[in-house]
């Protein structure tokens, strides 16, 4: 299960326990994109990514132009299914747009690494 979290979206700070595809679908709405799957001549499936109508009329940069390697994000399954699924967990750990995708135990690890920090750095009010 996945966890889709950002600290730009306030009306979804954390939703948790999604399917892969669920997950996917929520970060490409969150980070205003539109994206497609696609064959390429050698067979290959490529993600396709450009912005949602919204992010456009915002002026937002296109999100291939971010400078990361797109060409990365491609699968030589040749199920269509578990390609487009190969191509979705190259995201797992990335942010894109500030939208972050993370399994859902990575996700726990990350809120307890943190809660840990927090109590380690706040001074006590003990005493005083």
């Known amino acids: 299960m996945y966890t889709v979290f950002s600290d730009v ?3 979804y ?3 948790r326990g999604m399917r892969l595809i669920e997950a996917w679908t929520l970060t490409m709405a969150l980070a205003g994109c539109d994206y497609a799957f696609e064959r390429d001549g050698g067979g ?3 993600l396709l990514l450009w912005n949602n109508a919204e992010a456009a009329m915002e002026g937002m940069t296109e999100p291939m132009n971010d400078g990361r390697d797109w060409s990365t994000y ?3 399954f040749p ?3 578990l390609a487009r699924a190969a ?4 995201f797992v750990g990335r942010e894109l747009r500030g939208v972050c995708l993370l399994t859902d135990e990575r996700y ?3 809120e307890v690494r943190v809660a840990k920090l927090e109590e380690e750095f706040t001074p006590s009010l003990q005493g005083h």
């Open 79 to 81: 199920d269509n299914a």
């Open 87 to 90: 191509i979705m967990r190259c």
């Open 108 to 110: 726990r690890a990350e």
């Open 74 to 76: 491609h699968s030589n």
């Open 44 to 46: 290959i499936m490529r």
């Open 13 to 15: 700070p954390a939703a």
């Open 9 to 11: 979206h306030e009306l």
